[in-house]
């Protein structure tokens, strides 16, 4: 069965970087667009940033220049780089994908917490 799992949140300075991991299992890593997704306390759950099966990657704006999503296809793994955090970026992180089972499925990990603050 498909699993996703993360790893690498935690507490951090205003300013300083944390690489998240999301191994994934169960399906064709490399044929399935990957995504990371975070939820902040008492807000909706937000696109953070994609990577397609092609290597193209998108972000939101509040990210951009300072987030890189990318993939490690010998591990089956894609990385979220954050640099130049800022506690607007304080919230759960999810690893998320689609996989085609006979029908599209969202998949999504059980998230990690990432905390900026001082």
């Known amino acids: 069965q498909v699993q996703l799992v993360e790893s690498g949140g935690g507490l951090v300075q205003p300013g300083g970087s944390l690489r998240l991991s999301c191994a994934a299992s169960?399906?064709?890593?490399?044929?399935?667009?990957m995504s990371w997704y975070r939820q902040a306390p008492g807000k909706q759950r937000e696109l953070v940033a994609t990577?397609?099966?092609?290597?193209?990657?998108n972000s939101a704006d509040s990210v951009k220049n300072r987030f890189a999503i990318t993939t490690e296809y010998s591990r089956n793994t894609v990385h979220l780089e954050m640099n130049t955090l800022k506690p607007e970026d304080t919230a759960v992180y999810y690893c998320?994908?689609?996989?085609?089972?006979?029908?599209?499925?969202?998949?999504w990990g059980q998230g990690t917490q990432v905390t900026v603050s001082s």
């Open positions: 998320q994908t689609r996989v085609w089972n006979g029908k599209w499925t969202d998949y």
């Open positions: 169960g399906f064709t890593f490399s044929g399935y667009a």
């Open positions: 990577i397609g099966t092609g290597g193209r990657t």
